[in-house]
Nanobody, 121 residues
Framework: QVQLVESGGGLVQAGASLRLSCAASGRTFSAYPMGWFRQAPGKEREFVASIIRGAGTTTYADSVKGRFTISRDNAKTTEYLQMNSLKPEDTAVYYC??????????????WGQGTQVTVSS
């Protein structure tokens, strides 16, 4: 079992930056690929970024590529999402997840409670 707790969301203006954190506890954190997803009101949950163990290979959605950076600190059992040049369309609840990996929510079976990110224009 893995427990995930996100933090770092908030209200910012367009062009600003935020860093989301996801603290993990429970089973071996480093064993699982980790991901970030987001869900805006009335929309499906969508993939943002993922990172796998070992080499730390990262994958990003096209909409955030070049602006967002996912990283993990296995010693601190924490995953991060650095978000730069934020846009109003980035507004959503952001969730961290752990599981088998990939860009589908079905690939993850552990989820945090979510943290709200709101970007004003």
């Amino acid at each position: 079992q893995v427990q995930l707790v996100e933090s770092g969301g908030g209200l910012v203006q367009a062009g600003a930056s935020l860093r989301l954190s996801c603290a993990a506890s429970g089973r071996t954190f480093s064993a699982y690929p980790m991901g970030w997803f987001r869900q805006a009101p009335g929309k499906e949950r969508e993939f943002v970024a993922s990172i796998i163990r070992g080499a730390g290979t990262t994958t990003y959605a096209d909409s955030v590529k070049g602006r967002f950076t996912i990283s993990r600190d296995n010693a601190k059992t924490t995953e991060y999402l650095q978000m730069n040049s934020l846009k109003p369309e980035d507004t959503a609840v952001y969730y961290c997840a752990a599981g088998l990996g990939g860009n589908s929510p079905r690939g993850y079976h552990y989820w945090g409670q979510g943290t709200q990110v709101t970007v004003s224009s």
